[in-house]
């Protein structure tokens, strides 16, 4: 039972750093590779990334602490 948990942690951490990528294809850059408003993440409104966002902290936040008070 306690490896399942440590295997749902490390799955959940793992698609919370997938999120991270996207949030970081989100921001505005002006960057070498920078091609202005041509990707479509970028027309994601600004709420729904935050409550997106905010709810994935969340549940990365409520799996560590089930893992956690089970070891």
Not at 18 to 32: A, D, E, T
């Amino acid at each position: 039972m306690r490896s399942s948990a440590w295997a749902a942690c490390a799955v959940v951490l793992i698609v919370a750093a997938f999120g991270f990528m996207m949030l970081l294809r989100w921001l505005p850059s002006s960057g070498r590779h920078s091609h202005g408003d041509a990707t479509a993440e970028r027309h994601f409104p600004l709420t729904a990334v935050v409550a997106h966002g905010t709810t994935a902290g969340a549940t990365v936040l409520l799996v560590l602490l089930v893992v956690l008070h089970k070891a």
